[in-house]
Nanobody
């Protein structure tokens, strides 16, 4: 069982920046074997893909609405994945979730973008962007 704990959310104004962190842990665990993703869910909406990163960090992907503003990265030595969010907009307001997918048998470029593809989820962190 993998535990994921997000942090870094908060209330900011439009145009501000935030950096979310997701710390991963488990009894027997190799963080570098997992592809990681960030998702978000606004009130009344389904959970949606935001960003993903392969287990080595060699490949990343983003939903169109955040391209050029958000950056996903990971530090395998610290078992942590980050989401740097710049130029925030009110429509970015949501609960942000970190997710992990076992990619042990995948290559270093594999990542996933579907909610159902992920094995483990954090509890979420609220991001609120005021106009």
């Amino acid at each position: 069982q993998v535990q994921l704990v997000e942090s870094g959310g908060g209330l900011v104004q439009a145009g501000d920046s935030l950096r979310l962190s997701c710390a991963a842990s488990a009894r027997t665990f190799s963080f570098s074997s997992y592809a990681m993703g960030w998702f978000r869910q606004a009130p009344g909406k389904e959970r949606e893909f935001v960003a993903a990163i392969s287990r080595s960090g060699a490949r990343t992907d983003y939903t169109d609405s955040v391209k050029g503003r958000f950056t996903i990265s990971r530090d395998n030595a610290r078992n942590t994945v980050y989401l740097q969010m710049n130029s925030l907009k009110p429509e970015d307001t949501a609960v942000y979730y970190c997710a992990a997918r076992d990619a042990y048998y995948r290559d270093n470029y594999y990542y996933a973008t579907g909610v159902k593809q992920y094995d483990y989820w954090g509890q979420g962190t609220q991001v609120t962007v005021s106009s």
